[in-house]
């Protein structure tokens, strides 16, 4: 295993119940791999995506909807016809947090 996917499979296990960890690591790499192509991950896969890996449409929107509320993911674009990217602000506002928390100066990168 790399040390990008324990990263990315211990992130999730702090977020997700083991039953749902799994969906949502496949749903952030999904979404990541093809965020940067002429193919974003689009709201309307969401029943193709369900019958390729084996999930419930329940389950794919409740870890969706976590991925959103935690901050990992955004949407952009439209409502049915949008598309999703994994937010790379999740970290830096992560980053702040813990350096506040370590009683440690954050400003602002300009």
Known sequence: MSETSMVLEKTVSLLFEPKTR???QILLTEIRNRQETNNPYKADEYQDFCKKYGFSQTQ?????SKLRDFGLVR?????????Y???SHFIL???KEWLSFLGANYEKPI
């Open 85 to 87: 990217a994994v937010n």
């Open 60 to 64: 794919y929107y409740t870890v969706l």
């Open 93 to 95: 506002q992560l980053l």
């Open 75 to 83: 949407k952009y674009g439209g409502h049915h016809e949008g598309c």
């Open 22 to 24: 799994k969906l949502a």
